[in-house]
C-alpha cells in the first residue's frame, strides 16, 4: 500500500510540474520551478524518487518559518541552478538528489555557504544499496575528513 501511494504521489508532482512549473536559465543550466508548495506536498526524502523517475536532478527550499512555502527545483541530469532570488528572500536548502552516490561535490558546498546554512541533504535516486547512508547524507559547507585519521 505505501508504495502505490509513493509512486501515486511522484506521479502528481511530476503532473504539477509539468503543468505549473516555470522555467528559467541559471548560468546556462535551463531549470524549471515549481512555486508555492505547501509542507508534505513535496518531501527530502521525494527527490531521489523524482531523479530515478525523470534522470533529472532536484532540489527542494523552504521559505522562512516551519510552514514556510517549499520551491521544488529541476535541473539537468548532473546539476540544478538555484536563482538568487531564493538566496536574497532567505531560503532553506532542505535537500537535493544526486544520480547515484551521496557525495557532495564542491559546487554543493559553494550552495551551502551561499545559503549560508550549516548543512543541508543529499538523497540518491539509486536505492539499490543497502546502506542508509548510500540512499541518503547530510553535508556540511566543509569536507569531513575525520574517516582519515588514525585511531
Keep these: 500500500m505505501e508504495i502505490s501511494h509513493q509512486k501515486h504521489s511522484i506521479s502528481n508532482i511530476l503532473k504539477k510540474l509539468r503543468e505549473s512549473g516555470r522555467s528559467k536559465t541559471i548560468n546556462g543550466v535551463r531549470i524549471k520551478i515549481l512555486p508555492a508548495l505547501k509542507k508534505g506536498e513535496v518531501r527530502v526524502k521525494d527527490l531521489g524518487k523524482l531523479q530515478a523517475a525523470t534522470g533529472y536532478e532536484y532540489t527542494l527550499l523552504r521559505g522562512m518559518g516551519k510552514y514556510g512555502e517549499r520551491v521544488l527545483i529541476c535541473g539537468t541530469p548532473n546539476q540544478v ?29 559553494d550552495a551551502l555557504s551561499a545559503f549560508d546554512q550549516e548543512c543541508s541533504v543529499i538523497v540518491s535516486a539509486c536505492q539499490k544499496s543497502d546502506n542508509p547512508k548510500h540512499k541518503t547524507r547530510t553535508f556540511e559547507q566543509f569536507e569531513d575528513w575525520s574517516d582519515w585519521l588514525p585511531s
Design 81 to 109: 541552478g538555484i536563482p538568487a532570488e531564493y538566496l536574497e528572500r532567505k531560503y532553506v536548502w532542505s535537500g537535493h538528489s544526486h544520480p547515484d552516490d551521496t557525495s557532495p561535490s564542491q559546487a554543493d558546498r
